[in-house]
Structure formats: C-alpha cells, structure tokens
C-alpha cells in the first residue's frame, strides 16, 4: 500500500535461527502495530508502537521483540525462529487514536 | 478480554443480493468501529468506518452501528463477483490515552454469479 512497505515479501527460514522484519512508512504517523494472521485465528497483536522508542506487547508477543529508533521503521525480530511462527505478517500504520489502520503487504514467513 | 464476534460463515448470496455481515462487541467502551475487506492473499483494506450510532451509507455499501446493544453491521447490496472476499469487523478501544484495534475473526463472502 501507499506509504507503508514491508520487507521481504516472503521468508523461508530454518528452526533456531533469528529473523527480522521490516517495516517502513513515509505517513510520519506515529502509531504502529505488529500483527500475524493464522486461519481459525484471525488478525493477533503481537507488539506496538506509539512513538520512537515507545513499544509494548500484544497478546501473542512470547518470542517476538521489537525496536523503533525512528519514526518510519518498525522492526519486528523473531529471536529464535520455531515452526508455530509459521504465519503471514502484516504491519499496520495509524494517523490518530480511534482511526482505522492502514495495512502493508505483508510477509509471509516459513518456518522449516 | 475484549472480545469481537462474528457470524463463522461462510456466506453465500446470489449476484444482485443484499449481503448482510454481522458482528459483536463486548467492550461498551468502543469508540470507533470498521469493516475491512480483504482478497486471498492480499491485505486487508479499510471499506467503512463509523463512530455514531445509525447509518452511514456509501455507494453500495452500509454500515449500521447500535451501541447500546453492542452490534454493528454491514450491508453490501446489488451484491458482485467481485464483492467476494473476508470481510473482518474491528472495534478501537480505549488504551490508556490511545487506542487499539481489535479485530472479529472475519467471515468470508461468496457471491454466485
């Protein structure tokens, strides 16, 4: 979409390795959101950002960190990869609280 | 927990149908409510935002907000080939001074030619 890009498109990584994702934006916006979807799941937070060094967890956050030094990047790191991260990533931007978001491409990320 | 429900579908409308989607909230709280729609493979992509309770209507699109009774709703008339897709329901809550979005599971729409 417009404004936000997430890198890469697609990962196949092995079990035990470490693997970070980005995501980056040109909105200035200062709300980000981390999330994977799983069929049977749905969208599931996994950390968030309201600022440069601002981050918190979300619900299915064991295993995942995060870092923003800068306002348009939003990494997201899987420390030690295992097959139940297995999933499609998807980084959110939000301009305002109680806006909606708008979604990157996402990744979809492998396991093996 | 914070909970938003959908019908668990699959639905199914013939072309030129009214599609009516449905979804619940538990947190009297919310404040603002949406409906993303999003093609296999793809990402979702916001179609309708309403924060008052009522009607807001565009193009073929409606959205219907009833918050005492913790309901919002979307209806897709003159239903295309093209309106097929899962269609996720989001309700932002309160978070300390911001917000989060809470998304339902989604239900996904079929229409038949």
């Known amino acids: 979409d417009a404004g936000i890009t997430q890198s890469p498109r697609h990962k196949v990584t092995e079990t035990g390795t470490p693997v970070t994702l980005r995501c980056h934006q040109t909105e200035n916006h200062r709300y980000m959101y981390w999330y994977r979807q799983d069929p049977g799941h749905g969208l599931r937070l996994i950390h968030y950002?309201?600022?440069?060094?601002?981050?918190d967890k979300g619900e299915v956050s064991d295993g995942y960190s995060v870092s923003r030094s800068k306002t348009e990047d939003f990494l997201l790191t899987l420390e030690s990869a295992t097959s139940s991260q297995t999933s499609v990533y998807f980084c959110a931007i939000q301009a305002r609280p109680y806006y909606g978001y708008t979604f990157g491409s996402g990744t979809r990320l492998t396991v093996v | 927990q914070k909970e938003v429900e959908q019908n668990s579908g699959p639905l199914s409308v013939p072309e030129g149908a009214i599609a009516s989607l449905n979804c619940t909230y538990s947190?009297?709280?919310?404040?603002?409510f949406f409906w993303y729609r999003q093609y296999s493979g793809k990402s979702p992509e916001l179609i309708m935002f309403?924060?008052?309770?009522g009607d807001k209507e565009d193009g073929r699109f409606t959205a219907q907000l009833n918050k005492a009774s913790q309901y919002v709703s979307l209806l897709i008339r003159d239903s295309q080939p093209s309106d097929s897709a899962t269609y996720l329901c989001?309700?932002?809550?309160?978070?300390?001074?911001?917000?989060?979005?809470?998304f339902g599971k989604g239900i996904t729409l079929s229409v038949r030619p």
């Open positions: 309403i924060y008052s309770n």
């Open positions: 947190d009297r709280g919310s404040q603002s």
């Open positions: 950002s309201y600022g440069v060094k601002d981050t």
């Open positions: 989001a309700v932002n809550q309160r978070a300390g001074a911001n917000s989060k979005l809470t």
